[in-house]
């Protein structure tokens, strides 16, 4: 019995180790790629519509230049925003993009680090108790913002820089935010499940 509980021990030690790894690795990218970009304003940027490589259908994309090397395929409407005297700032579009990834990333990690502490919580302790409610409503709260911070701080971006600038409603929004209502339930399961708990413990 006692080596069962130890193998369940060290694979959710396992898993926990695997968890962080991934938040490291994500934040890491996520940060390189944003300096990179934010160290870059003085290059040269275009955007080409052009046929990807290795594409022989005649399907052609807009794709972004730095330097004359790709960088990635982009939404045409994204980088052809105008500021008040008519000049186009691939740069700071560029950056917008970038800031909007950075939030995602932000709050997935600090979503992540709770999900982290849920599990090891649990190598020794009950799953049902009053911390890991707070943390799995934490997590719905985080969704929600999950839902709205990106986008709105890349609106404020755009409004700071351009005449023009617009959000368009995507349903993964409302998926995010359909998710969040279903975490927030499981909370109240758990919730649920830790008075449950408590009677039982008063009792015996």
Partial sequence: MEESKLKVRRRKIRIMQALTSF??????????????????????YEIRYEMPLGVTNGQHVYELFKNGEHVCDVDYNEFNLLDENGNQDIWYCLIIQDVRNLCYMVI???MLIVVIIIVNDTIDNAPFNRPNVKRIRLIGVL????????????????????????????????????IAFAIMMLAQVFDYGVKLQEDVDSIA
């Fill in 108 to 110: 997935l990690s600090i």
């Fill in 143 to 178: 969704q929600i913002a999950l839902a709205i911070v990106p986008g709105l701080v890349t609106l404020l971006m755009k409004f700071f820089k351009f005449e023009y600038a617009n959000i368009n409603f995507q349903w993964t929004g409302f998926y995010m935010f359909i």
């Fill in 23 to 44: 938040l490291v690795m994500i934040m890491m990218f996520s940060l390189q790629d944003f300096f990179r970009d934010l160290t870059s304003k003085n290059a040269t």
